[in-house]
């Protein structure tokens, strides 16, 4: 299988050399500049590539993004002694410049300025017009994802449309305005998408990727109308029909833990997924040596137990215990424990083991009651982490689809037909269906079950803070007291300020047109 590994990283030169004197201008011909680069349709490819290679940038999915959409939620909490990284995910962050909250900015930007060179000049480019208008789309798509990124997490951010030059200042605009934005490109570009690919073009945009971003960007805004319509494609509408052998393009795998897995990776149940690869490098940044592996795993793993054992993790992060006793209100219909508690986190209840230890072998005595993140941790493969991990991250899989259909069914007054939907994932769980479980919710009832089905379904895939931002936690002083009784970190949280990450201060000191967030 090929995957999206041959980006270019060529765009932003210049093109042009001074020599001996300053009245002199050399033009290098061994030199890739924007002028003389985008001329066929193998330039169009690469082009496209290179925004997927945002993808292995910190900033991105590689590393950061994770960190700020799960233990910053109240699900986790910073147990790191990394003082910057602790304040940053307790919300006391003094220091708007630190690394992390400026590589999601900078690194979702570089990829938004490839998706805009794409965008702008792969049109005048004379090839196949089918394969043109996918190259554009896949851009959109991405342009879109970025954007949705950081209108979640900054709230009112630039909208840049065009390629960028070093003299720009651009404005922020509303949220509504990027909102917007990122709806149009997902329904421009979702007509020219495929719905599959062959197996060399795996992890690139598709139809149903496009549609089911689209619905997010709706249900965000809380337009359930909108969302239930976007969502509609994949759960029952053309994408549901457009599989191999008569079955269903899109479906749940019967192995829950199949979707965390390097071993069962583009699967029917994964939407839309980064491609990540072990490959050992020298820099994170644009060369031949790029790292392109999953670095979250050293940041979520536990630490070692001894001072001679295999690395298995830094510890800077820890899951709060109030997680694993929402999976333990409930067992299966043959009266075992939920099996996605084992897949969800390692703990002192988990028979497993992990990097060939057990739980009482691989961590300290004083952490015996601890519990972390498992998903997408080489726990199951490896003795140890490291920046180079092979796991595909799933942006959005299947079973999230299926829940934020059931939420704006419900938010739409109807919901006796959001159970199935539900039902579909308790029951690959085994749990029993909640139609038999729990009949006859009113709508504010069937919410509440809906965010604990959230919890025990998608707890460590970055969307528990999106959840919190779109049913008003993080708005409501009662609310974030509910938060708070769950993880003491938000004791900290001051709405005005903490909602909305700061924009670095290196952007704001060089772009006056920028204002703090708060």
Not at 454 to 468: C, K, P, Q
Request: charged share 25%.
């Amino acid at each position: 299988m090929k995957k999206i590994f041959n980006y270019i990283i060529a765009l932003t030169l210049t093109g042009t050399v001074l020599a001996c004197e300053d009245t002199l201008e050399i033009e290098d011909p061994n030199q890739v500049s924007v002028e003389t680069y985008w001329g066929t349709e193998a330039e169009a490819l690469a082009g496209v590539n290179a925004v997927y290679g945002a993808f292995y940038r910190n900033g991105t999915y590689a590393r950061w993004l994770h960190m700020y959409l799960n233990p910053r939620s109240d699900d986790g909490f910073a147990s790191t002694g990394w003082g910057e990284l602790r304040s940053t995910i307790d919300f006391t962050q003094l220091d708007f410049n630190f690394e992390g909250t400026r590589n999601i900015w900078d690194h979702h930007y570089r990829a938004i300025y490839r998706a805009n060179q794409v965008i702008t000049n792969v049109p005048n480019i004379q090839m196949d017009e089918t394969l043109k208008q996918r190259y554009i789309a896949e851009a959109k798509f991405l342009r879109a994802l970025h954007y949705f990124n950081l209108v979640s997490l900054f709230r009112s951010v630039p909208l840049v449309l065009d390629p960028s030059r070093l003299t720009d200042l651009p404005f922020q605009v509303t949220e509504q305005e990027t909102w917007t934005q990122i709806e149009r490109d997902l329904t421009e570009a979702a007509p020219n998408l495929p719905a599959k690919y062959d197996l060399e073009n795996l992890g690139r945009a598709t139809r149903g990727a496009a549609y089911a971003l689209l619905g997010k960007a709706h249900l965000q805004q809380r337009e359930y109308q909108q969302a239930l319509d976007a969502f509609a494609w994949l759960v029952d509408g053309d994408g549901s029909r457009l599989g191999l052998s008569g079955n269903d393009l899109y479906d749940l795998v019967p192995n829950y833990r199949d979707n965390f897995l390097h071993t069962t990776e583009n699967n029917r149940e994964s939407v839309f997924e980064v491609q990540f690869l072990a490959l050992q490098s020298t820099t994170d940044e644009d060369a031949p040596t790029s790292n392109l592996g999953n670095q979250r795993g050293p940041f979520f793993g536990p630490g070692r137990r001894n001072q001679g054992d295999p690395q298995a993790g830094f510890n800077d992060f820890q899951m709060h215990r109030w997680v694993i006793d929402e999976f333990m209100q409930e067992r299966t219909t043959s009266n075992a424990v939920d099996p996605r508690l084992y897949a969800t986190a390692i703990f002192n209840g988990n028979p497993g083991t992990f990097y060939g230890r057990t739980f009482d072998q691989l961590v300290p005595d004083n952490l015996m009651q601890a519990a972390w993140y498992r998903k997408y941790l080489n726990d199951y493969h490896r003795v140890d982490e490291t920046f180079e991990g092979p796991i595909n991250f799933r942006v959005i899989r299947y079973a999230d689809v299926l829940l934020m259909y059931a939420e704006c069914l419900n938010a739409l007054n109807r919901t006796a037909e959001a159970y199935p939907h539900v039902d579909r994932v308790r029951q690959r769980a085994g749990l029993a269906p909640l139609s038999t479980a729990r009949p006859g919710l009113s709508q504010q009832a069937f919410m509440e079950q809906l965010e604990h089905e959230r919890i025990t379904e998608l707890t460590g895939e970055s969307t528990r803070w999106l959840d919190l931002l779109r049913w008003g936690y993080l708005d409501d002083p009662a609310r974030v007291n509910e938060l708070e009784a769950r993880d003491p970190e938000f004791n900290n949280f001051d709405i005005p300020r903490d909602k909305w990450l700061p924009i670095p201060q290196s952007e704001i000191d060089i772009n006056p047109n920028l204002n703090q967030n708060f």
